[in-house]
């Protein structure tokens, strides 16, 4: 089945700098892949998507990178901010008729005033 | 748009009784629902898929006897902690699958459950 894997586990850094957080996927079969933001006590929320078929996609300070024959994503975040602090999750949507999501491992994110 | 409400976000019970938890899409109508269980400080684990109208389907390992899940509508499903121990404490999130548009995940805002 599809496996996800996501580094780094934390990433700390200055406000205004730039975080990037990788995952790579093994089905190549999957088509989407979603990043989830999550906050302390709180369901994920979607910050960004990008779907196979495209090789960037771009939302302001966030951006999402895919590289089909490497099978990773990236997610970028410029001009961090504080309140980007959370927690991190990617994901890939295992090619079946359920839709289901494979969740990579997390990154909490921290960032510094 | 697309709102999913859990409820309870949090519940505390005893030992050996059994929990209830709600899982609805607000504003659309959701053929597919996905339970997930988390753990402190870790990923996202998938349960089981919750299916309207008919049983749900279980990941490998999920005892589907001690969670039972029910999707007798298309905005909600209900997931039931059986005979509740304390191992069963977790954060329980629901997501909720459009039927229509760009078939994207929306999901719940969790439930605590805490089994004394």
């Known amino acids: 089945g599809e496996n996800v894997e996501q580094h780094p586990s934390t990433l700390s850094v200055q406000e205004g700098d730039s975080a990037v957080i990788k995952c790579t996927y093994s089905?190549?079969?999957?088509?989407?892949f979603p990043w989830y933001k999550q906050e302390l006590g709180k369901g994920p929320q979607l910050i960004i998507d990008i779907r196979s078929n495209v090789g960037e996609k771009k939302d302001q300070r966030i951006a999402v990178t895919l590289n089909k024959t490497a099978k990773h994503f990236s997610l970028h975040i410029t001009e961090t901010q504080p309140e980007d602090s959370a927690v991190y999750f990617c994901a890939a949507r295992v090619n079946t008729g359920f839709q289901k999501l494979v969740f990579g491992t997390g990154t909490r994110l921290l960032v510094s005033p | 748009g697309a709102v999913v409400s859990q409820h309870p976000s949090r519940v505390i019970c005893k030992s050996g009784t059994s929990v209830k938890i709600e899982c609805r899409s607000l504003d659309f109508q959701a053929t597919t629902m996905f339970w997930y269980r988390q753990f402190p400080k870790q990923s996202l684990m998938l349960m089981a898929t919750s299916n309207e109208g008919s049983k749900a389907t279980y990941e490998q390992g999920v005892e589907k006897d001690k969670f039972l899940i029910n999707h007798a509508s298309l905005t909600l499903s209900t997931l039931t902690v059986t005979s509740a121990h304390p191992e069963d404490s977790s954060f329980y999130i629901c997501?909720?699958?459009?039927?229509?548009?760009?078939?994207?995940?929306?999901f719940g805002a969790g439930s605590r459950l805490t089994v004394l």
């Open positions: 997501s909720a699958l459009r039927d229509s548009g760009a078939n994207v995940l929306t």
């Open positions: 089905d190549s079969a999957s088509n989407y």
